[in-house]
């Protein structure tokens, strides 16, 4: 199960760059999808894959290899 409080923090942090986290369970999988929520948010300020995963797993307290994480797509 999801820490609320860690998933609210994660938003939180992830609002500040300009972007919004969305984190579902589906059984034993946690999807998080991470989108644009304002057109200047800073691209170079999420942190490399491997890097948030990591930090997801300890923030909603579930396991690495259980969280399918997808970033958002950016243009130009």
Known sequence: MIDPSGL???QDMLATDGYR????EHGDRVDVRISV???QACADCLAPEPV????LHKQLKVP?????LVYPE???
């Open 52 to 55: 948030l995963r990591g930090i």
């Open 64 to 68: 690495e290899s259980a969280i399918d």
């Open 21 to 24: 986290l969305e984190a579902t």
């Open 37 to 39: 929520a304002d057109p």
């Open 8 to 10: 609210k923090a994660m």
């Open 74 to 76: 950016h243009e130009g």
